[in-house]
């Protein structure tokens, strides 16, 4: 398990930005955002590798949302651009690799997240 906690989010209207961070104690993994929205199953927003040489995006946030991470100090970041109301969710960092991006609901052990909210 790795410890998580997220922070950053907020109220924005449509159209504005946040950025995220996690911090990911032991977080030697490569890491990813995800998110949940009301009444919705959690979802794969971002994924970055260890290195930071390889980054991965869902289809809706592509050129919007840019994640980054910072080893020497154990965060990894989501600056979310040109948000919409579609993008209101509670936002989650944990580790990441293709079978979990495909089965989010299998991972179990999650930080308490962070609401992003958008208003029209």
């Known amino acids: 398990q790795v410890p998580l906690v997220e922070s950053g989010g907020g109220l924005v209207q449509a159209g504005g930005s946040l950025r995220l961070s996690c911090a990911a104690s032991?977080?030697?993994?490569?890491m990813g955002w995800y998110r949940q929205a009301p009444g919705k199953e959690r979802e794969f927003v971002a994924a970055?590798?260890?290195?930071?040489?390889?980054?991965l995006y869902t289809d809706s946030v592509k050129g919007r949302f840019t994640i980054s991470r910072d080893n020497a100090r154990r965060t990894v970041h989501l600056q979310m651009n040109n948000l919409e109301p579609e993008d209101t969710a509670v936002y989650y960092c944990?580790?990441?690799?293709?079978?979990?991006?495909?089965?989010?609901?299998?991972?179990?052990?999650w930080g308490p997240g962070t609401q992003v909210t958008v208003s029209s």
């Open positions: 032991g977080s030697s993994y490569a």
């Open positions: 944990n580790v990441y690799s293709d079978y979990i991006r495909d089965h989010v609901q299998d991972l179990t052990s």
């Open positions: 970055i590798s260890w290195s930071a040489g390889s980054t």
